[in-house]
């Protein structure tokens, strides 16, 4: 699939944009750049990471919300709970609610899909 005959796209962000139900790109802080499109229920996030390697993980963090993460692009470190994965393209893992988890940066730019249920209300 592709915007133009000489850019290819992921299918999954040309879905996002035939949504309409879309938020614009947004910057969550340096380098880290999101956008997302939900239901009533379920909310898809694709993330892009700048700036890796990351020489430390970001901060542990948990919430209410399952999530299922993918990795698009690139290598993660990914810690969940006392566990550490090293995760790369293709690589999926499912995250629990209140388990607490973060990631750290192995390759320059990562992009991953987060899936979501229920809402992050914090990200609309």
Do not use: C
């Not at 993918?70 to 388990?99: C, K």
């Amino acid at each position: 699939m592709t915007k133009s005959d000489t850019t290819p796209v992921h299918p999954i962000l040309v879905a996002i944009d035939i949504a309409k139900h879309r938020n614009e790109v947004l910057i969550a802080e340096p380098g880290r750049k999101r956008r997302l499109i939900h239901t009533d229920n379920l909310m898809v996030v694709v993330w892009d990471f700048a700036g890796g390697p990351w020489e430390n993980p970001d901060s542990p963090h948990s919430h209410p919300h399952e999530q299922v993460t993918y990795i698009v692009e690139g290598e993660v470190l990914f810690f969940l709970g006392e566990e550490m994965q090293r995760l790369s393209t293709g690589d999926m893992v499912a995250v629990p609610a209140n388990v607490p988890h973060y990631i750290q940066l192995v390759s320059s730019h990562v992009r991953l899909i987060d899936s979501f249920t229920p809402l992050r209300q914090e990200f609309l």
